[in-house]
């Protein structure tokens, strides 16, 4: 479930920045004129993302923008970082390393800051690694292209903003099924979202729709019947019966809470074509 009466924006990665820009403009739409806070925390070196974004952003309307970045902590704390959030409509997570995003302004003012624009009705959007952030629970790292092995997969607490989910990107660009599989075994209580690239998932209340020109994958695992997590050794593979997993193009959407899709077109939610 969504933590607050704001949208979210969660892209998978390399969002189309030069030619119809899908993604980018359903930011722009949500954002209803408010400014946008490029957050380039994500990234050890962040020379060119904010750039990047300011050319792809002007270049269909939205001019009125400022980056958001922190190179230690304790910047968290400042009133200058601080000040760059008033006003503002919307914030938008860059790509990089998502646990530099949870260490840097994880329980700081900026995060509280961050919350309230989320609460006010802000959207929130991330890509890449500020898409896997958007969980109470993250995906750090993990191999890709292969089966998962008991052990190999590492994760932290994310900032919650989307409850009862772990997130994955760069989906099937990278093969990563085995390890989005490998973190709904851990906990079959969590939905896995797996996001492919120039794809995003717009989250409004309990329901979420998919835009750009991949797909979303949703894994859930609350109806298995078996898994091997607990019990075998270290590097075995995993064994897990009874999974279920959905496939979404654009205009499908899925009901988190009933853990249902719905193909697109008439039965998408209204408050979703908007």
Known sequence: MVDAAGPL??????????????????????????????????SHEPDGYFESYRQAFADIGLTDLVELYVNERAESQSPEAL?????????????????????????????????????????????????????????VNGPSAESYRIGELHMAPGLGLLRNVIIDQHFAERGRYGRLIGAVAHNPRLLGIGIDEDTAIVVEEDRFLVIGSGAAYVVDGEGSTHSNIAEARAEQALSMFDIRVHVLSAGDTFAIKERRPACGGSDNPSSLQK
């Open 9 to 42: 924006i969660i892209i998978g990665g390399h969002e189309d920045k030069e030619h119809d820009r899908v993604i980018l403009r359903q930011v722009a739409k949500r954002l209803k004129g408010g400014r946008l806070v490029i957050a380039t925390i994500a």
């Open 83 to 139: 000040s760059l959030l008033d006003g503002a409509g919307g914030v938008f997570f860059s790509g990089g390393d998502q646990l530099r995003i949870s260490s840097q302004i994880g329980d700081t003012p900026i995060e509280k800051r961050i919350r309230e624009l989320h609460r006010a009705g802000g959207l929130i959007a991330g890509t890449s690694a500020g898409a896997s952030v958007m969980s109470e629970t993250m995906l």
